[in-house]
């Protein structure tokens, strides 16, 4: 019990103790407080950014003076820091390149060409003064790659022409031909003939060899026999044919190759009279004298006009005649002679 007591006493006297030491310490305090004051605010910072948007500030400190024993902060005072908005010029955004787009069509529908893709400088777009992809040096906008479609139909074409070809006729006017050749190239893989695409013919004629032609002659038909060159004793009849059916012309051949132009025969073949005969006809002859000489005169005539081919054959007929005649008249000689002397050895 005592010692309860005793404990009791020692709290009461602690708690006394602590009591009077706070209301002593409170009271000094309460004496001494002094309010906290800010400083002067510092130089505005450097802006956080350069561009699109950044800030500045400032500051001050509550530390003029500092609050004491108590004394109220700065901040019933105002703010300690001041923020404000900076560069707010947007940034410079430099381009980026999208994703590639598929591979195009071939450029060819047939043998070696080429697909292309692409890809867009859109991932961003440059603005305010980026740069571009190009500038950055990202790469070409621009893919190749070969394609291949296979063999490709190759059409045909014309070669050179060929010399022109002999002419037709020698002359008279003919025609002469040259040709070319569907083979430069062959047509091929399906490819279309010359012909298919209208490249003009592949055979060209010309005129040729137009001056007219040489006309050899050829012969009329003969004319009817003349007279006979004598009226006994074997004579001589001819015929003649021109040579106008056609006329030789543009250097013709002349009718000579065909033979001559005048033809003879002989006539009135039979014998003339003997020396005995005539003796008997001479009073007959006397009386047609006249007439044989009228008819001399008529044949000289005659024979005047005909052409000398003629009158040669004429000629050389009345020579004949008269060999003939003198041959004949040298047997008669002979026959009379031989008589005469069978006579005298009578």
């Not at 105002?78 to 069509?105: H, I, L, R």
């Not at 003349?226 to 009849?237: E, I, L, M, N, P």
Request: aromatic share 6%; charged share 30%; net charge negative.
């Amino acid at each position: 019990m005592t010692r309860n007591v005793r404990v009791l006493q020692a709290l009461t006297i602690v708690a006394l103790v602590s009591a009077i030491f706070y209301v002593s310490h409170n009271f000094v305090r309460y004496i001494l407080r002094e309010d906290g004051g800010y400083s002067h605010w510092t130089v505005f910072s450097r802006c956080t950014k350069s561009c699109g948007t950044g800030v500045r500030f400032r500051t001050r400190s509550c530390n003029n003076p500092e609050p004491q024993f108590g004394g109220k902060n700065c901040s019933v005072l105002g703010e300690d820091k001041q923020t404000f908005m900076c560069n707010m010029n947007p940034c410079p955004v430099d381009g980026a390149y999208g994703p590639w787009s598929d591979f195009g069509e071939c450029s060819v529908t047939c043998g070696e060409g080429v697909q292309q893709r692409r890809r867009q400088c859109d991932n961003p777009e440059p603005k305010f003064g980026g740069l571009s992809c190009e500038k950055l040096e990202l790469g070409s906008d621009v893919e190749s790659r070969v394609c291949n479609k296979g063999t490709c139909p190759v059409n045909g074409g014309y070669g050179k022409w060929s010399d022109f070809g002999e002419c037709s006729v020698t002359c008279g006017g003919g025609m002469r031909e040259r040709n070319r050749q569907c083979n430069s190239p062959e047509p091929q893989f399906g490819g279309k003939t010359c012909e298919e695409q209208d490249l003009g013919p592949s055979v060209e004629t010309e005129a040729c060899n137009e001056q007219s032609c040489p006309v050899d002659g050829s012969y009329s038909e003969w004319t009817e026999f003349g007279k006979c060159t004598v009226t006994c004793g074997g004579g001589v009849r001819q015929r003649t044919r021109e040579c106008t059916n056609p006329a030789p012309d543009n250097g013709g051949q002349s009718c000579e190759r065909l033979g001559p132009a005048m033809e003879s025969e002989q006539c009135n073949v039979e014998p003339c009279p003997t020396k005995a005969a005539e003796n008997q006809g001479k009073v007959s002859d006397k009386g047609d004298e006249k007439n044989k000489d009228d008819r001399k005169e008529k044949r000289d005539a005659e024979e005047s006009e005909k052409p000398q081919e003629i009158k040669e054959g004429i000629k050389e007929n009345d020579e004949n005649k008269r060999d003939q005649e003198e041959d004949g008249n040298k047997e008669k000689k002979e026959e009379e002679n031989g008589e005469d002397a069978k006579e005298k050895s009578r």
